[in-house]
């Protein structure tokens, strides 16, 4: 949802250069950054919650392998 917001933004602000901004490689770029960052807010509760946070990681590895498939067949 952040990718597409940043996406919508840019459109609306600049729309002859979003094109070019927002070519598949870029998209791609900006997808894992925004999943590092997301995997670094939640690293400082690693050290706090165990059982928890063991948890939260598996939940998002499970979602990333069940929304792979259709990430990969639509951006490359």
Request: charged residues 10%.
């Amino acid at each position: 949802m952040l990718a597409i917001s940043i996406n919508r933004y840019f459109a609306i602000h600049i729309p002859l250069r979003a094109k070019l901004i927002f070519s598949r490689q870029n998209v791609a770029i900006i997808i894992v950054l925004i999943w590092i960052a997301s995997f670094g807010a939640i690293s400082p509760l690693l050290y706090q919650r165990r059982k928890t946070v063991r948890t939260l990681i598996s939940l998002v590895i499970i979602f990333g392998v069940c929304w792979l498939p259709y990430y990969v067949v639509n951006i490359c």
